[in-house]
């Protein structure tokens, strides 16, 4: 099970989502020809961004490096990025059944209606694999492993549920869409909470400004384009010793502002893509469902947060974050955690922040701030597991991807900074039984929570098509 999992995950998302759509939209009466283009165009969307990633990883990888050993800026946790936590994740007795297991926990949530989310999104099923794995090597305990992947699973699809009708609203043609990845959705709660806490602000409302008001108002300094611009030229001058190497430099730190631009207006471009792909698949479903499952209303397809990190404000904020991130690790005492490789991440945060922001590039830097100055001490904290973990791979594996460098420990931005993550590793390793069952607790309460909201906006649905029937005669 394990070698076809690991065979089937290696295709890569580009290969797996058009197979996945193409089946899909067949199975719900797509003509093939349709199901395949639409399937073939997410996939394409898949490897745009992973291109314009890699230009942002390359671009900025080697510059920052540089400044880290001008300024001495190394910490003792290694950043591994994402492809460390995804092999760690699937190259683990955890990983190789992440998949039948969380699809069997999916359809029992779907047929007792403690979920409205269809999870297709199989990629990021690398995020319940890798909490799985890490509890796995922490408490020597396969059972204890699962525990944490289900459980996480379990809460990401409530957080998913409760947090579609925002998402929908927010995000255009995103209609009967949510995202069920634990990364994101572990930000969402915070995110409710602190906006609640910036709305209360005496004044803050004067600052709530969206990408579209930043260009208004600033010009061509609000463009994503132009920021990228100014922060790739600025992080190429920290590369420099003196101002002599700076002009010396020139064409250099001009090609990385570059870099960074071309980043900010090709990730949008690109989303575009997933929206076209997705679109036929979606409405299609929907109408299935209307016509044929009696008391299914309301189903959401779960899908990557990949088809939204385009948004403006998105792409602002993590542009500012970036240097202010790097800044926060070296300067926030006990932080052990810089983010180099897992910088591309910081995109993923947001998908389920802004709608509860409405957009807000103040409130959602705040957000993100905040969120991302915890993460560091989230990372730090979960190091010396993930490193258990990674060591294992590399010896089974041999994966130069998981090779940590001697005198380092291992770590990652990527879903080893979110709460989620964090909250279910320490509920299994102290007191386990103690914090395990409150943990249970919290899960039945939320899933329990979600039915009865699931069951009411049902009858409310029915009601309202019982309304306009009788208003139609």
């Given amino acids: 099970m394990e070698e076809v999992f690991k065979y089937i995950i290696g295709l890569g998302a580009a290969v797996m989502m058009p197979i996945i759509f193409t089946v899909l939209g067949v199975c719900i009466g797509i003509k093939l020809g349709d199901a395949l283009k639409s399937g073939l165009k997410v996939g394409v969307g898949f490897i745009g961004l992973s291109i314009v990633t890699a230009l942002l990883t390359s671009a900025l990888g080697p510059a920052l490096n540089t400044v880290v050993d001008i300024y001495d800026l190394q910490l003792k946790v290694f950043d591994m990025g994402w492809p460390a936590a995804a092999a760690v994740a699937y190259n683990t007795a ?22 409205r989310t269809v999870n297709i999104d199989l990629w990021n099923y690398w995020h319940f694999a890798f909490i799985g794995a890490v509890i796995y090597f922490a408490s020597d305990s396969l059972a204890w492993g699962f525990f944490g992947a289900i459980v996480c699973y379990i809460i990401t699809l409530v957080i998913a549920d409760m947090t579609a009708k925002k998402f929908q609203d927010f995000y255009p043609n995103m209609d009967g869409i949510s995202v069920p990845q634990p990364f994101c959705a ?28 930043m260009k208004k108002k600033f010009g061509l300094l609000g463009e994503p384009l132009f920021l990228g611009v100014i ?3 600025v992080i190429g001058c920290l590369t420099c010793e003196s101002w002599a190497e700076i002009v010396d430099r020139i064409p250099y730190i001009l090609g990385l502002g570059i870099k960074m631009g071309a980043v900010m207006e090709l990730i949008p471009r690109v989303t575009v893509l997933f929206i076209e792909g997705l679109k036929p698949i979606s409405d299609a479903t929907r109408s299935l469902i209307a016509r044929k499952f009696k008391g299914a209303e309301g189903l959401n397809i779960g899908m990557s947060p990949a088809l939204v990190i385009g948004h403006p404000t998105t ?11 790097l800044l926060m690790a070296v300067l926030l005492p006990g932080n052990q955690f810089l983010p180099l490789a897992s910088l591309a991440g910081m995109f993923y945060v947001f998908p389920l922040v802004l709608p509860y922001t409405r957009g807000s590039v103040f409130k959602s830097f705040i957000i993100g701030l905040i969120v991302l100055g915890v993460g560091l001490y989230l990372v730090t904290s979960m190091a010396p597991a993930f490193t258990l973990a990674a060591h294992d791979v590399y010896e089974v594996t041999g994966d130069a991807a998981v090779a940590i460098p001697a005198g380092f420990e291992g770590g990652a931005l990527d879903f080893a900074s979110s709460p989620l993550a964090w909250i279910i590793f320490q509920c299994t390793q102290y007191m386990k039984w103690v914090f395990s069952g409150l943990l249970v607790l919290g899960t039945l309460a939320l899933v329990i929570r979600n039915r009865v909201l699931i069951l009411r906006n049902q009858r409310q649905m029915v009601e309202a098509r019982s309304e306009r029937i009788q208003s139609q005669e």
Avoid: Q, Y
């Fill in 231 to 233: 922060v790739g030229v």
């Fill in 94 to 115: 955890v990983g190789a059944f992440i998949i039948p297991v969380c699809l069997g926990v999916n359809l029992l949530m779907l047929v007792t209606k403690t979920t």
């Fill in 315 to 325: 792409l602002v904020v993590s542009l500012l974050l970036i240097p202010v991130t």
């Fill in 186 to 213: 572990g930000f969402a709660p915070i995110a409710w909470a602190l906006n609640k806490v910036l709305d209360k602000i005496p004044g803050i409302d004067r600052l709530e400004i969206d990408a579209e008001g």
